[in-house]
RNA sequence: GCCCGAGUAGCUCAGUCGGUAGAGCGAUUCACUCGUAAUGAAUAGGUCCGCGGUUCAAUUCCGCGCUCGGGCUCCA
């Protein structure tokens, strides 16, 4: 038989007897190569390895140590989940299984709108490993979406993704999970006699391969993402190449939920949610509200100093401004319902504070040598989030954003939102963020106002702001406001997760409600643009993140305590006065901490609020005024002069380290 | 709002196959006064989330509600 000749990543060569698959080739070309591989590209195409290659094919061979590897194995892992439900619960009936960041779900009906229970998830679990010490091999066939309609019949899941394939339907949601391909050939994999799946593939060459993964969790998910559609069973698990990955993984989750801001914020004593105040409504004990002012103490001196003024509005409004903004038309289901009062009129706590901003602009007659006007507020707002919806800190129902309106003239939109953008990165970096990722929210399908060539001119603006400050961004589309496009900025934390903070939206639309104007050059009133800003995001969320972000262990400049003083007896609690005095009188939060306790015990207490420093004083200090220094994540120092350790606090804070 | 799970001392949790409950930490008191991550003893502390139902008897079983957690949807 003729040979037939490859070609390589690296750009070599090498020959086949024809009809050799992706896996001769990887065997050929080692044998531990042939052990770590899971698929193949091939012609730019990821294929099983089972694909027999063609004379002149450019060929890789994917193994389980890639991204495109392990999402190979995680989907192939959700096609044994599916075979498991399937083969456990007769009469269920599958939809859509695909791999996700670390791991895979997939979404099944059982008969009688029946519910999985933690004791199914073990059932399946153990019949997954069945499957997989049985090592099935996956194969790949296909058919025509006629074909596929007849033995897909029962699954009323699939044929729905077949005729909305085959009719060629637009679909711009992303939830066909790669099932079919655009061609209208349905292709499908055999693992037995009785379980085959519609997937667009590839899969590893067999169960076998499998193995490393454990089910999650049960959640309820709704058919396609749409919450008028039937809710589905989702199992999520996750899997990966070796033991040790997944073990390292379940170990990330455990050191996450060791940060997690909610459990942090009852240990350090900063933030509790009382039952009495209803759900997603907290309340800030003094050592959190002492971070939080920080942050709000620095925010408004870096607003000051960039140009912005400092404006109070009330909670409240009458329906009327409402009305004019267009909440009550666009925003009402998520506002607190009106107070009635004063024989039928009502008041609305307020969701946004931007109607407040544009009454103190409209107070006066405006010129444009006073553009543009930039109003800033902390400001509480009140939002009626759905019950599932509310989490912590960081999706809470009264907040307090540190909300900015911007009021320029059309010509000045692009330079402003472009030095806006430099403003919100630069605070972010304050606070110890260097990973950013943004996103451009276009209009909305349904609810939103304004004319198209407004919104056109809007989310062009924020376009070329994103290009001019070199900002990665991805486009959500239809996920703008209901008054104008927005810019989204996500920040990463410490151990790698993505939060959403700091937003600019453009608005044509409100100026044009509250009829604003300004008198130009020419005399004439024009209309100015409205920039909404947002930077926190929320001082909630925002002081969540970094909570998260530091483990609870915040820098000195925020820290609710820089140092605890702790005399070795209670013979040094006079010496251990004086201390907390002087470092007082120089500003700096000092706790004492009496001897009543062991002195180990009092350390150990004190390292557990994980302020930065904790200060140890005892016979040789008190003679020599000095403090033993032991400070967070570092050396204990005996002997340094109080004056010493004053100057290093103050250059930490300055530094705001 | 929808699906699943949970709610026992201030906190973390055990327990009761239906007969009103227990540990550790914390608190209080006493003793110890100690040089860098848990001294010892004693004491107090509970409508077992709430309301109904079944039962001689409910923290336990059933129903409803509230709150929390994990998801879906939504979002700062």
Same mark, same amino acid.
């Given at each position: 038989?003729?040979?037939?000749?490859?070609?390589?990543?690296?750009?070599?060569?090498?020959?086949?007897?024809?009809?050799?698959?992706?896996?001769?080739?990887?065997?050929?070309?080692?044998?531990?190569?042939?052990?770590?591989?899971?698929?193949?590209?091939?012609?730019?195409?990821?294929?099983?390895?089972?694909?027999?290659?063609?004379?002149?094919?450019?060929?890789?061979?994917?193994?389980?140590?890639?991204?495109?590897?392990?999402?190979?194995?995680?989907?192939?892992?959700?096609?044994?989940?599916?075979?498991?439900?399937?083969?456990?619960?007769?009469?269920?009936?599958?939809?859509?299984?695909?791999?996700?960041?670390?791991?895979?779900?997939?979404?099944?009906?059982?008969?009688?709108?029946?519910?999985?229970?933690?004791?199914?998830?073990?059932?399946?679990?153990?019949?997954?490993?069945?499957?997989?010490?049985?090592?099935?091999?996956?194969?790949?066939?296909?058919?025509?979406?006629?074909?596929?309609?007849?033995?897909?019949?029962?699954?009323?899941?699939?044929?729905?993704?077949?005729?909305?394939?085959?009719?060629?339907?637009?679909?711009?949601?992303?939830?066909?999970?790669?099932?079919?391909?655009?061609?209208?050939?349905?292709?499908?994999?055999?693992?037995?006699?009785?379980?085959?799946?519609?997937?667009?593939?590839?899969?590893?060459?067999?169960?076998?391969?499998?193995?490393?993964?454990?089910?999650?969790?049960?959640?309820?998910?709704?058919?396609?993402?749409?919450?008028?559609?039937?809710?589905?069973?989702?199992?999520?698990?996750?899997?990966?190449?070796?033991?040790?990955?997944?073990?390292?993984?379940?170990?990330?989750?455990?050191?996450?939920?060791?940060?997690?801001?909610?459990?942090?914020?009852?240990?350090?004593?900063?933030?509790?949610?009382?039952?009495?105040?209803?759900?997603?409504?907290?309340?800030?004990?003094?050592?959190?509200?002492?971070?939080?002012?920080?942050?709000?103490?620095?925010?408004?001196?870096?607003?000051?100093?960039?140009?912005?003024?400092?404006?109070?509005?009330?909670?409240?409004?009458?329906?009327?401004?409402?009305?004019?903004?267009?909440?009550?038309?666009?925003?009402?289901?998520?506002?607190?319902?009106?107070?009635?009062?004063?024989?039928?009129?009502?008041?609305?706590?307020?969701?946004?504070?931007?109607?407040?901003?544009?009454?103190?602009?409209?107070?006066?007659?405006?010129?444009?040598?006073?553009?543009?006007?930039?109003?800033?507020?902390?400001?509480?707002?009140?939002?009626?989030?759905?019950?599932?919806?509310?989490?912590?800190?960081?999706?809470?129902?009264?907040?307090?954003?540190?909300?900015?309106?911007?009021?320029?003239?059309?010509?000045?939109?692009?330079?402003?939102?472009?030095?806006?953008?430099?403003?919100?990165?630069?605070?972010?970096?304050?606070?110890?963020?260097?990973?950013?990722?943004?996103?451009?929210?276009?209009?909305?399908?349904?609810?939103?106002?304004?004319?198209?060539?407004?919104?056109?001119?809007?989310?062009?603006?924020?376009?070329?702001?994103?290009?001019?400050?070199?900002?990665?961004?991805?486009?959500?589309?239809?996920?703008?406001?209901?008054?104008?496009?927005?810019?989204?900025?996500?920040?990463?934390?410490?151990?790698?997760?993505?939060?959403?903070?700091?937003?600019?939206?453009?608005?044509?639309?409100?100026?044009?409600?509250?009829?604003?104007?300004?008198?130009?050059?020419?005399?004439?009133?024009?209309?100015?643009?409205?920039?909404?800003?947002?930077?926190? =995001?929320?001082?909630? *969320?925002?002081?969540? %993140?970094?909570?998260?972000?530091?483990? @609870?262990? #915040?820098?000195?400049? !925020? $820290?609710?305590?820089?140092?605890?003083?702790?005399?070795?007896?209670?013979?040094?609690?006079?010496?251990?006065?004086?201390?907390?005095?002087?470092?007082?009188?120089?500003?700096?939060?000092?706790?004492?901490?009496?001897?009543?306790?062991?002195?180990?015990?009092?350390?150990?207490?004190?390292?557990?609020?994980?302020?930065?420093?904790?200060?140890?004083?005892?016979?040789?200090?008190?003679?020599?005024?000095?403090? =033993?220094?032991?400070? *967070?994540?570092?050396? %204990?120092?005996?002997?340094?002069?109080? @004056?010493? #350790?004053?100057?290093? !606090? $103050?250059?930490?804070?300055?530094?705001?380290?």
């Amino acid at each position: 038989m003729a040979d037939i000749s490859v070609k390589l990543p690296d750009g070599s060569k090498r020959e086949l007897p024809a009809g050799s698959t992706a896996a001769d080739l990887a065997k050929a070309i080692g044998s531990r190569l042939a052990k770590a591989a899971v698929i193949a590209v091939v012609d730019g195409l990821e294929r099983d390895l089972t694909t027999s290659l063609h004379d002149g094919a450019e060929v890789a061979i994917i193994t389980d140590t890639s991204d495109t590897g392990l999402h190979t194995i995680r989907h192939s892992t959700a096609h044994v989940l599916a075979q498991a439900v399937l083969e456990l619960f007769p009469g269920s009936t599958n939809a859509i299984g695909p791999a996700v960041e670390n791991g895979f779900y997939y979404d099944f009906a059982l008969p009688g709108n029946a519910t999985f229970s933690a004791e199914d998830l073990s059932r399946i679990d153990a019949q997954m490993r069945e499957i997989m010490a049985a090592d099935q091999p996956f194969v790949r066939g296909e058919l025509s979406a006629t074909e596929a309609l007849d033995v897909f019949r029962d699954f009323p899941y699939k044929c729905e993704i077949i005729e909305r394939t085959a009719k060629k339907v637009a679909d711009d949601d992303g939830l066909d999970a790669g099932e079919v391909s655009a061609d209208g050939i349905v292709s499908f994999y055999r693992n037995s006699d009785s379980f085959l799946d519609m997937c667009l593939g590839p899969h590893v060459p067999s169960t076998g391969r499998l193995g490393h993964f454990a089910l999650q969790r049960v959640a309820g998910a709704y058919w396609r993402g749409d919450h008028t559609r039937p809710m589905l069973q989702r199992i999520y698990g996750t899997a990966w190449a070796t033991k040790k990955d997944l073990e390292a993984y379940l170990h990330r989750l455990e050191e996450a939920a060791k940060r997690d801001h909610r459990k942090l914020a009852a240990e350090l004593d900063l933030v509790s949610w009382p039952d009495e105040l209803g759900p997603g409504l907290a309340v800030w004990h003094p050592k959190g509200a002492m971070v939080r002012k920080q942050m709000e103490d620095y925010s408004r001196d870096r607003h000051v100093n960039g140009g912005y003024s400092i404006v109070y509005s009330p909670h409240i409004a009458r329906s009327v401004l409402w009305e004019t903004s267009g909440h009550l038309g666009f925003y009402k289901d998520s506002m607190y319902p009106a107070m009635e009062l004063d024989e039928g009129v009502k008041y609305y706590p307020k969701p946004m504070n931007c109607p407040f901003h544009i009454l103190i602009y409209k107070s006066q007659q405006r010129s444009y040598r006073e553009l543009p006007i930039r109003l800033y507020e902390l400001g509480t707002v009140y939002r009626y989030e759905l019950s599932g919806a509310v989490h912590g800190l960081m999706r809470i129902r009264g907040f307090t954003q540190d909300d900015s309106h911007i009021f320029c003239t059309r010509e000045m939109v692009a330079d402003e939102i472009a030095s806006l953008l430099d403003f919100v990165l630069d605070v972010l970096r304050s606070f110890g963020f260097t990973d950013f990722q943004a996103k451009l929210s276009t209009r909305p399908r349904d609810k939103s106002v304004g004319e198209d060539d407004m919104w056109e001119l809007a989310t062009d603006a924020l376009r070329e702001a994103l290009a001019g400050a070199g900002l990665d961004y991805t486009i959500d589309s239809g996920g703008g406001a209901f008054y104008g496009p927005k810019i989204d900025v996500d920040v990463k934390d410490a151990i790698g997760r993505s939060w959403q903070l700091s937003t600019i939206q453009l608005d044509f639309n409100m100026p044009a409600r509250f009829g604003m104007e300004y008198i130009g050059a020419d005399g004439q009133a024009h209309q100015p643009v409205m920039i909404h800003r947002a930077l926190f =995001g929320s001082v909630e *969320r925002f002081f969540g %993140v970094l909570l998260e972000h530091f483990a @609870g262990a #915040f820098p000195a400049w !925020l $820290a609710p305590v820089h140092a605890s003083v702790l005399p070795v007896a209670s013979a040094h609690e006079a010496y251990a006065s004086e201390v907390v005095a002087d470092l007082r009188s120089r500003g700096f939060r000092v706790e004492l901490h009496e001897a009543d306790e062991q002195l180990g015990k009092r350390i150990r207490n004190a390292k557990l609020q994980k302020h930065p420093y904790v200060l140890v004083v005892g016979e040789d200090d008190v003679e020599h005024r000095t403090v =033993g220094v032991n400070p *967070r994540g570092g050396e %204990v120092e005996r002997g340094v002069a109080l @004056g010493v #350790f004053g100057d290093r !606090l $103050a250059a930490d804070l300055a530094a705001r380290r």
